[in-house]
């Protein structure tokens, strides 16, 4: 069974950057997405990013494209969200999410980290 945690997240400046990192661990990933969902205050959960853990593939929600990139360190089972020219509207609860490639669901989710972005 896979276990994520999440970590990274912190009070930074619009304009700033920021990485997130989502820890793995209990299960091979050989056939996992692992991704970043968040949640803003008083809005619903989106999707930011998702990896493939294999191929290495990335796709990303239109609002983050250049801005943001998911990475992979195999051999620290640990997936990244670098996070450039930040705004205030990333300000989100993120989440680490991981399924297997062929599920539609996510089955397993991190506890979330909390992302404040303020002057």
């Known amino acids: 069974q896979a276990q994520l945690v999440e970590s990274g997240g912190g009070l930074v400046p619009p304009g700033g950057s920021l990485r997130l990192s989502c820890a793995a661990s209990?299960?091979?990933?050989?056939?996992?997405?692992i991704a970043w969902f968040r949640q803003a205050p008083g809005k619903e959960r989106e999707f930011v990013a998702r990896?493939?853990?294999?191929?290495?593939?990335?796709y990303y929600v239109d609002s983050v494209k250049g801005r943001f990139t998911i990475s992979r360190d195999n051999a620290k089972n640990t997936v990244y969200l670098q996070m450039n020219s930040l705004k205030p509207e990333d300000t989100a609860v993120y989440y680490c999410?991981?399924?297997?490639?062929?599920?539609?669901?996510?089955?397993?989710w991190g506890q979330g980290t909390q992302v404040t972005v303020s002057s």
């Open positions: 990896i493939r853990w294999s191929s290495g593939a990335t």
């Open positions: 999410a991981a399924k297997q490639a062929a599920v539609g669901s996510y089955d397993y």
């Open positions: 209990g299960s091979p990933f050989d056939n996992y997405a």
